[in-house]
Structure formats: structure tokens, C-alpha cells
């Protein structure tokens, strides 16, 4: 099985330019984790019209069960000294854990702002935000994810469980989200790949699963979450191709392994020994991956080691 060194590169301020990432999922599970050691490298330069500075990272928090944390927003925000860190969620006030971390840095590296993935006018206001304070973005990931809500949604065992407003939820959250994500921070997107970056282009990652390959697919069961996560495997797919017509961008789509969260928690009992990680281990790898990343990569579906996974 191949496997990608994980990236152990320390990047300073200096060197970092003036990158702007997103990363869509943060208040739960891995997505505060990839803001915090210094494995990515910061990649582009804000256009002209914006003030050059440290790199951004905008992390945004799924609604529901999503599988983002602030362990995230720690990993970018030691990357270096200087990178800024722009995380959304639904109600910034009560983020409790984020707004410890605004609190634990200089003015400005952390900055939190709403958003919801099930209410498309404030994807809209916050790409609107990032365009007037960054004016680019060089890498969006996409970490949303819901599996189950007590009382609301749970994973099928068979047939007869499956019901309507599950599979309408998990598609709105894991599918439809993340897309609508990558519509209204396309413009930045295009200024971050016109840019002169290390990477040489922008670079969108959606956390799929490995649930989602209908080729690996032996066990059958959770119809809703395997479902949504094809689905939105088509569109990350579908739009890859997009961009690699007329568009300095690339998409990929990422498995994070079984991570020991909220949404993983109720069905660990299953997993084999040394297959359940932490969300610090699954984010190196995961970051280590995404540094990885080529160009002609584009419209590929990776796990966390690095190896590809059958559609």
C-alpha cells in the first residue's frame, strides 16, 4: 500500500505569502485540527488590489454533525507565525473552543464568521466577506459531514429503514453543501489560480468516505450517508472537469479514514484494531496528502495514505 510521508516542513511567516485557504466543517470532530503544525505549505499572494500579508485560512462549520473540530484551526494556525485564520460557523458566539483559540492569538489571525451549508445566503455572505478582506482564495476543503442525529437520522441496516427525510438530509449536507460552497468562492478560487503560488494552482478538497466507492461497496447498509457521499463524489467529479477546461483549479476528494468523533462514535465497536485515529494523526495525513496534490491529480479520490480509491 503506498503511503505519503507526512509533511514535517516548518514554514515562517515570510516564506508563507499571502495564501487564503478555506476549510469547510470546524466546530466538530477533524475540522478544527487542520488549522495547527506546520505540514501544508501557505501558497499564494492576494491580487494587487489586496494588501499583501500572512496566509488565510477560512475554516467554515457544517450545521447538524459535521465532521469538523477546532483541531483544524489549530494545525494551520501553527503552521506559522504570521498565517490568519478565517473559521465560519452557525453561531460564532456560542463556538466556544474557536473563539478561545481568536482569543489565544494576535489580533487578526483568527476571525470567525457565520455560515450555515443548509442556508445558501450565508455561503453568499461569507464568500462576500473573504472577497472584501482577502480578495482570493488558493485552497478550499470541504469537511462537512453527517451520519447520524439521535431521533433524526440513523445509519440503515437494510432496505425497510430507509426513509425519505434521511436521504434528503444527507444530501443536502453532504452533498449539496459542499457544492453550493464551492459555487460562491469559485471567483476567489480563480484569482488564487491566476496567482503566483507555490502550489501553481487553487485547490478545492471535499472529505468523502470510502462508503461512497460503488466499486468497494461489499457490505451494503447506510444507504442515506453512501448515497450522498457518491453523490457528492459525481459532483466534485463533474466539476473537476469544469475547472480543468478554462480554470487554473483542481478538485479532489479526500477519505479521512475512521476518525474517533462525534460521528464516528456510535459505530467504533466494528472497527479493527488500529484503524480508529485521532483526529490530530488523521489531519497530518490528510494535510500531507493535500500537499501532495498535482495538477493532473484533478477529479481524483485519495485516502489518507495517499492511495487511490476505485469510484
Known amino acids: 500500500m503506498a503511503r505519503l510521508a507526512v509533511a514535517a516542513r516548518a514554514f515562517s511567516a515570510a516564506a508563507s505569502g499571502g495564501g487564503v485557504s478555506l476549510v469547510q466543517g470546524a466546530s466538530r470532530g477533524i475540522g478544527l485540527e487542520f488549522v495547527s503544525p506546520p505540514h501544508l505549505p501557505l501558497i499564494a499572494s492576494p491580487p494587487p488590489s489586496v494588501s499583501?500579508?500572512?496566509?488565510?485560512?477560512?475554516?467554515?462549520?457544517?450545521?447538524?454533525?459535521?465532521?469538523?473540530?477546532?483541531?483544524?484551526?489549530?494545525q494551520l494556525l501553527r503552521r506559522s507565525d504570521g498565517g490568519r485564520v478565517v473559521a465560519t460557523c452557525r453561531t460564532p458566539g456560542s463556538a466556544a473552543e474557536l473563539q478561545k483559540l481568536r482569543e489565544e492569538h494576535a489580533p487578526g489571525r483568527l476571525t470567525v464568521l457565520p455560515l450555515d451549508v443548509t442556508d445558501e445566503s450565508t455561503i453568499e455572505a461569507a464568500a462576500a466577506s473573504i472577497t472584501e478582506t482577502h480578495g482570493s482564495l488558493d485552497l478550499l476543503i470541504n469537511s462537512a459531514g453527517i451520519l447520524s442525529i439521535p431521533n433524526v437520522i440513523q445509519p440503515e441496516t437494510t432496505l425497510s429503514k430507509v426513509q425519505k427525510s434521511s436521504l434528503m438530509l444527507a444530501y443536502e449536507v453532504n452533498a449539496v453543501g459542499p457544492i453550493l460552497v464551492i459555487k460562491h468562492m469559485w471567483p476567489l478560487l480563480k484569482i488564487g489560480g491566476r496567482s503566483e503560488t507555490r502550489r501553481g494552482f487553487a485547490l478545492v478538497a471535499n472529505m468523502s468516505a470510502r462508503v461512497s466507492s460503488i466499486g468497494d461497496n461489499a457490505l451494503g447498509g447506510w444507504h442515506a450517508y453512501r448515497?450522498?457521499?457518491?453523490?457528492?463524489?459525481?459532483?466534485?467529479?463533474?466539476?473537476?472537469?469544469?475547472?480543468?477546461?478554462?480554470?487554473?483549479?483542481?478538485?479532489?476528494?479526500?477519505?479521512?479514514?475512521?476518525?474517533?468523533?462525534?460521528?464516528?462514535?456510535?459505530?467504533?465497536?466494528?472497527?479493527?484494531?488500529?484503524?480508529?485515529?485521532?483526529?490530530?494523526?488523521?489531519?497530518?495525513?490528510?494535510?500531507?496528502?493535500?500537499?501532495?496534490?498535482?495538477?493532473?491529480?484533478?477529479?481524483?479520490?485519495?485516502?489518507?495514505?495517499?492511495?487511490?480509491?476505485?469510484?
Open 52 to 74: 499583501s500579508g500572512p496566509s488565510v485560512c477560512v475554516l467554515i462549520r457544517c450545521p447538524l454533525h459535521a465532521l469538523g473540530d477546532p483541531v483544524q484551526v489549530r
Open 227 to 311: 448515497a450522498s457521499k457518491t453523490a457528492l463524489n459525481q459532483l466534485t467529479k463533474t466539476v473537476s472537469v469544469e475547472f480543468g477546461r478554462k480554470d487554473n483549479i483542481a478538485c479532489v476528494l479526500l477519505h479521512p479514514g475512521t476518525v474517533d468523533t462525534d460521528l464516528s462514535r456510535p459505530f467504533q465497536r466494528n472497527v479493527p484494531e488500529g484503524k480508529l485515529f485521532t483526529r490530530e494523526f488523521s489531519v497530518q495525513r490528510l494535510l500531507s496528502v493535500i500537499d501532495s496534490v498535482k495538477k493532473g491529480d484533478n477529479g481524483k479520490f485519495f485516502a489518507w495514505d495517499g492511495q487511490e480509491i476505485p469510484w
